[in-house]
């Protein structure tokens, strides 16, 4: 459990006009130096606007991730149904920070569902599942485009940069029970990186935000913290509502306690509620209520979870158990039938 003051890594995803007018700002620079503070610099185009900015940070001192996204036509997030589209951007990007001599700490795979994917839920749950089950009809397979994934891994890491993975929480849960049903069926990978950073959003599962991190915080290798705004519409799929100071404040608090590598989502929504000074004053020894009992509720759900995951991996052992349970109802239906 860290002692000392955790380093602080923001997410910033905002269309170039929108990023060059944040940066504009001298306070932001100067109260992100005082945190010591990195950026992941969520790169939505390859443009010379976000080149200059990158730039700008570069000369502040301000240490930057390469936070890799594609087209939203694309899938924008990084899954199995866009691996070829996934090692272009890195060539791109590559080719990018080299004309505008641009420097990175790291490089950040988002994993996630498409976004057109996620989208089609706003429709509703039935068309949200329609879509899933049509993905999945026209591309079953995945241990391909998994295998080009791990080439864009190694591949980076030759290039001398440190890989980060910016993950679901669930991803754990699977891999303890050594199951791809989740992969599967959101299309997603488990990639050995660097570093995993798992995105345990309490804001998006109000009201037990606290206790799912607290669940997670000690098996991820930098904890993901938000929403404190910005980020992509995802309609009523999760509570968009941001985080207040105080529900910020407790969860950098529970987290700290756990790794000190904590990502904030957002800078932007940071700097709009006007956090980054009450964080830089925080006070990181302060106590801070752990939310015990809601945390073991969500741990036996985990628990649940896993074990189901397993028997995914085992069908015929499901197939067996459902025919003894049909067996021995229909033997208690005879029995009684006698009686």
Not at 42 to 49: F, N, V
Not at 162 to 184: C, H, M, N, W
Not at 217 to 242: F, K, N, Q, W, Y
Not at 319 to 326: E, S
Request: glycine share 8%.
């Amino acid at each position: 459990m860290p002692q000392n003051k955790p380093h602080l890594t923001f997410f910033c995803e905002l269309n170039s006009p929108e990023l060059s007018a944040l940066f504009s700002d001298p306070e932001i620079i100067r109260q992100l130096t005082e945190l010591k503070a990195s950026i992941s610099l969520g790169l939505l185009d390859l443009s010379a606007e976000r080149a200059a900015v990158a730039h700008q940070l570069n000369q502040a001192g301000i240490p930057l991730h390469a936070w890799l996204l594609l087209p939203m036509e694309q899938g924008y997030w990084f899954n199995l149904d866009n691996a070829p589209q996934a090692l272009q951007r890195y060539q791109d990007f590559k080719q990018w920070t080299l004309e505008n001599g641009l420097h990175w700490e790291a490089i950040g795979l988002d994993i996630e569902p498409d976004i057109r994917l996620m989208q089609s839920f706003k429709h509703g749950l039935a068309a949200g599942i329609k879509s899933v089950v049509r993905r999945l009809l026209a591309r079953p397979a995945g241990e391909n485009a998994k295998k080009r994934y791990l080439q864009l891994v190694q591949t980076i890491q030759k290039d001398g940069w440190g890989v980060e993975s910016y993950q679901f929480p669930l991803i754990v849960d699977e891999r303890r029970a050594r199951s791809k049903f989740i992969q599967t069926l959101g299309r997603i990978i488990d990639l050995p990186v660097d570093r995993e950073v798992l995105m345990l959003y309490s804001s998006f599962f109000r009201p037990h935000g606290a206790a799912i991190l607290a669940s997670y915080a000690d098996e991820a290798g930098g904890i993901g913290l938000g929403v404190t705004g910005g980020g992509v519409d995802t309609g009523d799929l999760v509570d968009s509502r941001p985080l207040d100071w105080n529900e910020l404040q407790r969860d950098l608090l529970l987290a700290s306690r756990y790794s000190d590598q904590l990502y904030i989502f957002s800078l932007e929504g940071c700097v709009r509620q006007g956090f980054l000074e009450k964080i830089s004053q925080l006070n990181w020894n302060q106590k801070v209520m752990l939310p015990s009992a809601d945390t073991q509720r969500i741990q036996r759900y985990r628990t649940l979870m896993r074990a189901f995951l397993w028997i995914t991996t085992h069908p015929w052992l499901l197939i067996g158990l459902l025919a003894i349970l049909i067996l021995i109802w229909r033997w208690l239906r005879r029995s009684r039938g006698r009686s």
